[in-house]
Structure formats: C-alpha cells, structure tokens
C-alpha cells in the first residue's frame, strides 16, 4: 500500500472512532459532521470524502461494530457447555476494547431513522443466526431459543453499561474471570 493511501486509511479510521466517540456521549441528532471533523482535526469536507452523509457514517460506525461482534462469536472456542461463557466473555472484552462502538450497535434499535432502523434489524437478525448456528454445530439444544437469551442477556448487558448499573452484568463480582 503506498504511503499516502495508508494515511489515507489511517485517517478514515481516526474519523470512524471519533465518530463513534461523539455519537455515544451526544447521540445520533446531537452530533454533527463538523463535530467529527473537528475530533479528528480535519475538515468537514474531508470527512465527506469518505463518508456522504452523517447517516453513512454512523452506518460505517455501526457496521465495524457489527463485525467486530461477529468475529468474536466466531472466535470464541469451548465445549458445548461452555459455549455460551466464552462467547459472552469475547462481548465483554468487547465492551473493554470498543466500548463506543459496541454500545452504539446494540443500542442502535433506538434511532427512528429508516436507514438505521432496517440495518439494525438486519444485524440482529445476522448475529442470531450466527449464534443460533454455533449453538446447533456444538450440539446444544433448543438452539434456537438459547440464541435468543443470549442476545437478549447482550442487550441487558448494554443496557447495564450504559446506565452504569454493573450489578446487572452477568460476571459482576466477577470481572476477572471474564475479561
């Protein structure tokens, strides 16, 4: 890659994260392009170049947040049993490493705009197939609705985090065995 298209791409970066920093504390209508611009130290026409609108740049935001989540559930390895641990420990690390991202996603249901609302709807419905199909690879039954648990205890775990009432979360008094 030649140096400038890796600047190039280390900047759009900058602009993703900073993205996410902002609409996590001001949320979606709060935040500005200009804002964004601003957090990276760049020009708001420059964020344009990557992104066309605000819209398209929460929905990268949103996206690598996504992927992010998917490649966790599809990294995580443990016996049947243990499944369900070690994927809600890979979510957990998650919450550490990206918290802005993650939280956006799993919080994403809440803003009206169609654009987002139909992407959300989709991602949920891509991750629970995933974990639904990791639950029925390791043999567990009623994968199906062990799935849909799993993704609601996700949300409840968000929900926690953004509230900052840790009590809710399934490894409180317990951090270190999770992270």
Not at 80 to 93: D, N, S
Request: aromatic share 12%; glycine share 4%; charged share 25%.
């Amino acid at each position: 890659m030649a140096p400038k298209d890796e600047a190039s791409l280390n900047r759009k970066e900058q602009i993703l994260e900073a993205a996410a920093a902002l609409f996590a504390e001001s949320g979606y209508y709060k935040t500005t392009t200009a804002d964004v611009a601003k957090a990276v130290g760049v020009t708001q026409p420059y964020v344009f170049h990557f992104f066309k609108s605000k819209e398209q740049l929460y929905l990268a935001v949103l996206e690598q947040a996504s992927q992010r989540i998917l490649q966790a559930f599809d990294a995580a390895q443990a016996p049947p049993e243990q499944l369900h641990i070690e994927m809600g420990k890979a979510f957990a690390r998650l919450l550490v490493s990206h918290r802005n991202e993650i939280l956006l996603v799993m919080m994403a249901f809440t803003t009206p705009e169609p654009a987002v609302r139909e992407y959300t709807k989709r991602e949920f419905d891509l991750v629970y197939e995933r974990v639904k199909a990791r639950f029925e690879e390791a043999g567990i039954p009623n994968a199906s609705y062990q799935a849909s648990a799993f993704i609601g205890q996700g949300l409840i775990c968000t929900m926690a985090e953004t509230l900052n009432l840790p009590k809710l979360l399934p490894w409180y008094g317990h951090e270190d065995d999770f992270v």
